[in-house]
């Protein structure tokens, strides 16, 4: 059964999603980065180079276009209001306001990220309870609790 994660409160985005990325990439698992626009996955691609100064995290930035996803541990930056197939095991870091219950292949993981932003929140609420409905198992971690 698919599992979306929330976390909340994240008061420095770019830099926990390089962490969290790190953390899911280093646990053998391939990630998709889904993005709001252009703007965002520019940013994203240099903080994933740079974001640590003795490593960084290889990625590639990928169209939907493109017929399949290569074979492989990868780590893959892309935006859009069009969700893609891929292969059911990866993993989704959710950056953008859009639904991967929706998509034509579900993951079995999604990572929903939400800043401290009151516009956000609400649209994380929103997701949420979209998720819920689509019988996605839920897990919460609000991260004003941890260190």
């Known amino acids: 059964m698919a599992t979306t994660t929330f976390y909340t409160h994240i008061t420095d985005p770019v830099s ?9 990439y280093k646990s053998g698992a391939s990630v998709l980065i889904w993005l709001e626009d252009e703007s965002s996955m520019s940013r994203f691609d240099q903080a994933l180079w740079s974001f640590q ?10 169209s939907p276009q493109q017929p399949q996803l290569i074979a492989g541990q990868l780590v893959l930056l892309s935006y859009g209001t069009d969700l893609p197939t891929i292969q059911k095991d990866w993993v989704v870091i959710n950056l953008a306001d859009v639904y991967w219950c ?17 516009d956000e929140i609400a649209a994380a609420r ?15 971690h609000d991260m004003r609790t941890q260190k």
Do not use: M, N
Request: some cysteine; aromatic content about 12%; proline content about 6%.
């Open 102 to 118: 929706d998509a034509p292949q579900i993951p079995e993981r999604v990572l929903e990220l939400v800043s401290t932003d009151l």
């Open 53 to 62: 100064a003795t490593s960084f995290i290889p990625h590639e930035i990928w």
């Open 16 to 24: 926990f999603t390089c962490r969290l990325t790190q953390k899911v």
């Open 126 to 140: 929103q997701r949420f309870r979209t998720y819920r409905d689509a019988g996605f198992i839920i897990e919460h």
